[in-house]
């Protein structure tokens, strides 16, 4: 008999501790960044911003990481042109100070948290065409992917 109460204890217990877990949700969603037509002879920096909107269903803690893009580093990112490439990053900061990636190579990730608010964080992309004064004209372009870990 005491057998059968120790697993009945047992049971209402670990019934009591799954109704207490609940599985989170959580949606990102991001703008592009579009740098525009620009001429690399007339300034020395070309700036434009994005915004990654998250929201959860409850209180959760997050992070928010970029892919290098197809140039595989985050320091510098390259888009492309065919066989040309343009130098950009995307920042955490209006003063362009830490690169946007997963915080390896020197890059840092976003971490925050949120409930069913949404919460929106800004992307600063930079293009410097201080030493990319022979870039062909041309549309650039780069493909990052957003990771969100709750």
């Known amino acids: 008999m005491n057998k059968l109460m120790l697993l009945a204890a047992a049971l209402v217990l670990n019934m009591l501790w799954l109704s207490k877990t609940s599985a989170v949700t959580c949606t990102v969603n991001a703008t592009s960044v579009a740098f525009g037509s620009f001429s690399p002879l007339t300034d020395i920096t070309v700036d434009s911003t994005g915004i990654i909107t998250v929201s959860c269903d409850v209180l959760s803690p997050y992070t ?12 510098p990112r390259h888009m492309t042109n065919g066989g040309n ?31 069913n608010t949404p919460k929106n964080h ?19 372009s780069d493909s990052i992917t957003v990771t969100l870990t709750y």
């Open 122 to 140: 800004t992307i600063y992309g930079r293009i410097p065409l201080s030493s990319q004064r022979n870039v062909l004209v041309g549309s650039y």
């Open 64 to 75: 928010i990481a970029l892919s290098p893009g197809a140039s595989g580093n985050y320091i």
């Open 85 to 115: 490439t343009l130098q950009y990053n995307f920042y955490l900061d209006g003063g362009h100070s830490q690169v946007w990636g997963n915080g390896t190579g020197g890059s840092a990730s976003v971490a925050d948290s949120t409930d």
